[in-house]
């Protein structure tokens, strides 16, 4: 899935523009976040995490309405203990996985995301990152290059995606690393 794959598209256009229907589904998996950054309101409101149960008919009636693809994100994925069991039922059911993680818990369960087709790891800078996420980007490019480790390992043939939240702060240092990861991953 690391190329164009003409009948992925074929059915995500065929839900889109005849079904008129959405493709994918973005789901807020947790209630709770593991930091505090300065431009986000989600980490304030927690709430209950859904049990794992109703995540499963939700999935399973999105799968039934067309939805192709599942993307676990929102707050931080990460800190949900049953989400490699939520990540697998997606994927038995025909899904394509992903997932969007702020990388603070990445070195410790990188192991487990084996039904993640795309991870998506928030990077908004090298020297802000401290600043903006309040977390040392040590402990994230640790993450990282364990993750890169892992996929390899894993087979998986999709490179770790970057998230970035554009702010006033200088980003222009995600390109270096950017290109340093890509090595890596090659």
């Keep these: 899935m690391s190329r164009f794959d003409p009948i992925l598209a074929s059915r995500a256009l065929w ?5 008129k229907r959405p ?3 973005s789901h807020g998996v947790n209630a709770s ?5 300065k431009f986000c309101e989600y980490w304030k409101k927690t709430g209950e995490e859904p049990p794992r149960e109703d995540i499963f008919k939700l999935l399973d009636d999105a799968r039934k309405f067309g939805i192709g693809v599942y993307n676990a994100w929102t707050v931080e994925p990460l ?13 038995g059911i025909g899904m394509i996985t992903s997932m969007v993680t702020n990388g603070k818990l990445l070195y410790e369960r990188a192991e487990e995301l084996v039904d993640v087709d795309y991870l998506s790891v928030s990077v908004d800078g090298v020297d802000s990152y401290k600043e903006i996420r309040r977390m040392d980007f040590e402990t994230l490019l640790k993450g990282l290059k364990k993750a890169i480790r892992v996929r390899k390992l894993q087979k998986k043939k999709n490179p770790i995606l970057m998230n970035c939240v554009l702010t006033g702060k200088k980003t222009w240092t995600i390109s270096r690393l950017s290109f340093c990861l890509q090595k890596s991953w090659e």
């Design 33 to 37: 976040c593991n930091m505090r950054c």
């Design 79 to 91: 800190l949900r203990q049953d989400l490699p069991q939520i990540m697998a039922h997606a994927k």
């Design 23 to 25: 493709f994918v589904l």
């Design 15 to 19: 839900q889109i523009r005849v079904r």
